[in-house]
Nanobody, 122 residues
Framework: QVQLVESGGGLVQPGGSLSLSCAAS????????MKWYRQPPGKQREWVAT???????KYAASVEGRFIISRHNAQKWTHLQMDNLAPEDTALYYC????????????????WGRGTQVTVSS
């Protein structure tokens, strides 16, 4: 069974920084894309950032230049460094990973974490 566990959320003032982590565990043979999503209060979940296994990254326009996604393939984690945070970044942040569990990494499934709350407020 694969689990994703996020950590690092909290309360921060506008202009501040937070670093989120997501650790994957279980019988994992390969992780393709790792992503972060967020769900602001009263709104739908939205995509934030993606990092591929080769390190290529993409960001939503709303976070480009402020957030940095990284990963460690062997240790099976991804981080999201968030700088210059604004109240509109307040949301429940979720980790998502496209994971293979078979020996040949031929069949993948997307897993989600339960989320970590980020609140930006003075």
């Amino acid at each position: 069974q694969v689990q994703l566990v996020e950590s690092g959320g909290g309360l921060v003032q506008p202009g501040g920084s937070l670093s989120l982590s997501c650790a994957a565990s279980g019988t994992i043979t390969y992780i393709a894309d790792m992503k972060w999503y967020r769900q602001p209060p009263g709104k739908q979940r939205e995509w934030v950032a993606t990092i591929k296994a080769n390190g290529d990254t993409k960001y939503a326009a709303s976070v480009e230049g402020r957030f940095i996604i990284s990963r460690h393939n062997a240790q099976k984690w991804t981080h999201l460094q968030m700088d210059n945070l604004a109240p509109e970044d307040t949301a429940l942040y979720y980790c998502n990973a496209d994971v293979a569990t078979d020996a040949w990494a031929s069949s993948r499934k997307v897993y989600w974490g339960r989320g970590t709350q980020v609140t930006v407020s003075s």
